[in-house]
């Protein structure tokens, strides 16, 4: 999970907030999937078939930022298809209370 949050946040972070992440465990919070919008599945060379591949496996939580939805399309769909109510979610709002990137989109919380 380190590797996948050390990706999204990538050069937002300082070298202070690296300090504070590499000794914070964060919270996974459970979010119903209706918390996050309807988005298209894919938007680069991972598509439904990719997403097919995370059916039934172990798969990290969904990363968001406050209200912010930040990553895990694929898996979302994926959670989907397996009728998983509840998503769980990491919250970088805990460590970075800022995070300039765009969102995929905003949870209805």
């Not at 964060?26 to 919008?37: K, N, R, V």
């Not at 930022?65 to 109510?85: Q, S, T, Y």
């Amino acid at each position: 999970m380190q590797t996948l949050v050390s990706d999204i946040v990538g050069a937002a972070a300082s070298e202070q907030d690296w300090e504070k992440l590499k000794d914070h465990e964060f919270e996974i919070h459970q979010l119903p999937i209706s918390t996050f919008p309807s988005v298209p599945i894919s938007t680069d060379y991972r598509n439904e078939q990719y997403a097919e591949a995370m059916i039934w496996k172990k798969l990290p939580p969904l990363l968001i930022h406050g209200h912010n939805w930040l990553d895990g399309r694929h898996r979302l769909w994926a959670f989907k298809r397996m009728r998983i109510p509840l998503i769980d979610c990491i919250d970088l709002k805990e460590v970075f209370p800022v995070y300039p990137h765009e969102a995929i989109g905003l949870l209805t919380i």
